[in-house]
């Protein structure tokens, strides 16, 4: 048990799993330099692949925050 700045006892939980959350940002990162290049293939268009690109990497980092809030809950619930 511990005492928080509120003065509730709480019990200590089990520690957050960075080292896996830091290996999915590796994994988006190296999955956007790859699909970046496949999009620039094929893409002809200049200022398409610049958004592509803006779309790819913000739908990437959504897709590791998504991620991490998943890995979240189900240490929470389970």
């Known amino acids: 048990m511990t005492d928080t700045l509120l003065g ?27 699909l ?15 958004v592509a690109s803006v779309g790819l990497a913000i739908l990437l980092l959504i897709m590791t925050e998504v991620s991490g809030r998943i890995i979240q809950m189900l240490r929470a619930n389970g």
């Not at 709480?10 to 990162?29: C, H, K, N, Q």
């Open 8 to 34: 509730r006892n709480e019990t200590v939980g089990s520690t957050y799993p960075m080292w896996l959350d830091r290996v999915i940002f590796i994994l988006a990162i190296v999955g956007f330099v790859f």
């Open 36 to 50: 970046n290049q496949y999009m620039w293939e094929a893409i002809s268009s200049t200022w398409l692949q610049w």
